[in-house]
Each structure stands twice: as structure tokens, then as C-alpha cells.
């Protein structure tokens, strides 16, 4: 079985440009997280969807981000105009219920800079 | 609200000889309590997670944990280090208060394995 993966893995963008995260989830899980970690700091939730639906967006930090899950399968997020703080590794997590004692799948991250 | 302090950012242990990590929680329902680990230029991988079942957990790669509610501890050990343990390691919490879960991290704690 194929485990989350995101693309890109890494990316180097400047300050005021777009960037677009993909993250493909564990096939026939309805549950898809995004999570992001500043340098030196603490995984932080960004956002949970429940197949195309946003459960909770409470964590994203402003409306530079936007996230899509179009048919309830891959997801994007979107950061335009990118500023220097949102540097960090942008991770993506899937679970089947969603469930107070469910197990999340992380992918690997993409690790973005912006310069 | 809820919490987690990982006490160590950094943990350096000589192979062969055990691993304690320490992590403790607040939360205000009872919560559910995960170890995760992180290898370099991977995804966040399940370790093991209490779920209000047997306070002692056991989880992969020798490793396991205790679930102390007096103490609100969630200690990461294991008997005998292995050179392949070296990575990160993240103390995380999601409270059982019922609807979809909510998680939050630690800052990690950084497992160094000395030859």
C-alpha cells in the first residue's frame, strides 16, 4: 500500500511569489491534515478536511493560504503572496476516521524556502 | 487546552545502553497519546500510541512507553539503543473529547546514538 506522499520535496521560492504544495493521501482515507513546522519550533496544525469538506481551518495563519481537496482525494495548498516567515516544512498527514484515537500517516514533507 | 513538553531537546545515549525520553501532557479530558519518530528526509513515523487501554504500550523497534495519569507523563524508553535510532521524536496529544481529533505536538527531542 501506498504510503502519503507530497510534491514538491523541496522549494526555493522569493518573497511575493506562489507556491502550490500537493499532498496525495492513503487511498480511501477521508481524512486529510495539513501541518507546518517553522524552523526550531513545533509541528503546528494547519488545517483538516473530511473528504472535500474543511472540518477545521483554525490553524491557518492568514488568507495568503488557501487549501483545496477538489473530489476528496489529493489536496494543494497554496501560499500567494509567499513572505519570509512561511518558511518551514509543510507536512501532510491522512487517517481513515478521523476518530479521537485514530492513526495519522505523514508524508515526508516539502520543505519550502523563501528567500 | 492542551499541551506537551518534551523536556529534552537533545538526548545523546552510547549503543547498547537504554533510552528515556521524556514527555509530559495536560489536557483537559483524558487523552489519547501518541510517539512519533522521524527519520532524516522522511515522514513521521507511528512509534505507539495509548489509547486509555493498558498503561504500558508497546510499540515498534523495541520501543515502549508508559502512560502515567499522576504524574500526566508519557515516557519514551527503550532497553538498548540502536545505532538506527538515531532521529527525532515527537511527544503528541489529542484529547478525548469526543468528534474528530485535534493533535498537538512537541517540539521534539533530537536521539543521538554514539558508536
Not at chain 1, 498527514?93 to 520543505?111: E, I, K, L, N
Request: glycine share 8%; with cysteine.
Amino acid at each position: 500500500e501506498a504510503g502519503v506522499t507530497q510534491f514538491p520535496s523541496h522549494s526555493v521560492i522569493e518573497k511575493g511569489q506562489t507556491v502550490t504544495l500537493r499532498c496525495d493521501p492513503i487511498s480511501g482515507h477521508d481524512n486529510l491534515y495539513w501541518y507546518r513546522r517553522v524552523m526550531g519550533k513545533e509541528i503546528k496544525f494547519l488545517l483538516h478536511f473530511v473528504k472535500e469538506s474543511k472540518q477545521d481551518e483554525s490553524g491557518m495563519p492568514n488568507n495568503r493560504f488557501l487549501a483545496e481537496r477538489t473530489g476528496g482525494t489529493y489536496s494543494t495548498l497554496k501560499v500567494q503572496p509567499a513572505e519570509l516567515e512561511d518558511s518551514g516544512v509543510y507536512f501532510c498527514a491522512s487517517s481513515q476516521t478521523g476518530g479521537v484515537t485514530d492513526t495519522q500517516y505523514f508524508g515526508p514533507g516539502t520543505r519550502l524556502t523563501v528567500l | 487546552a492542551q499541551s506537551v513538553t518534551q523536556l529534552d531537546s537533545h538526548v545523546s545515549v552510547s549503543e547498547g545502553t537504554p533510552v528515556l525520553l521524556r514527555c509530559n501532557y495536560s489536557s483537559s479530558y483524558s487523552p489519547s497519546l501518541f510517539w512519533y519518530v522521524q527519520h532524516p528526509n522522511k515522514g513521521l513515523q507511528l512509534l505507539l500510541k495509548y489509547t486509555s487501554a493498558a498503561t504500558l504500550v508497546k510499540g515498534i523497534n523495541g520501543f515502549e512507553a508508559e502512560f502515567k495519569k499522576s504524574e500526566t507523563s508519557f515516557h519514551l524508553t527503550k532497553p538498548s539503543a540502536h545505532m538506527s535510532d538515531a532521529a527525532e521524536y515527537f511527544c503528541v496529544v489529542s484529547p478525548n473529547s469526543g468528534g474528530y481529533q485535534k493533535v498537538t505536538f512537541g517540539t521534539g527531542t533530537k536521539l543521538q546514538v554514539i558508536p
